[in-house]
């Protein structure tokens, strides 16, 4: 019997909505990515997207286990001399919890074009609503 390879045509997108309120950020970050990529489908084909579509709600609410919220530290750099910035993860979220999740999620995916194109069908939320109604998502429970 020959191995089933999915083609792009042949792929079914559903919608899944994960609400992180009290998770932690790499638990609900590995949950997204695992459906991002498809591999919770029986035609999971690692070289075509496979994947169905992420909302992630109640970022706000994420927690980070142990010492993380004061060691954990995000590094950027401007281009410039002396231009590398650092923020602690406590700051990190509460300014922009949307930003945090997105960093752990796109970690967790292929660097490569498919990654990038997997990437787009995760929305991201701050509080607990989102205006994909419509899409009738389903809800993933996140197990941790």
């Not at 019997?1 to 790499?26: E, S």
């Not at 945090?100 to 069908?121: D, I, N, Q």
Request: no cysteine; glycine share 10%; aromatic share 10%.
């Amino acid at each position: 019997m020959p191995t089933y390879m999915a083609r792009p045509a042949d792929v079914v997108r559903k919608w899944y909505v994960i609400d992180a309120a009290g998770q932690p950020l790499g638990r609900v970050a590995t949950a997204a990515a695992h459906i991002l990529r498809g591999k919770h489908k029986p035609t999971y084909t690692p070289h075509i997207d496979t994947g169905d579509f992420v909302i992630i709600v109640n970022v706000d609410k994420v927690v980070l286990t142990g010492r993380k919220l004061d060691q954990k530290i995000y590094f950027h750099h401007s281009g410039y001399q002396g231009g590398l910035k650092e923020v602690v993860y406590r700051r990190l979220l509460e300014k922009k919890p949307e930003f945090a999740m997105e960093k752990a999620v796109r970690g967790m995916l292929p660097h490569t074009r498919l990654g990038r194109a997997m990437f787009k069908k995760l929305k991201v939320y701050r509080g607990g609503e989102h205006p994909h109604l419509a899409q009738q998502p389903v809800q993933w429970e996140v197990i941790g």
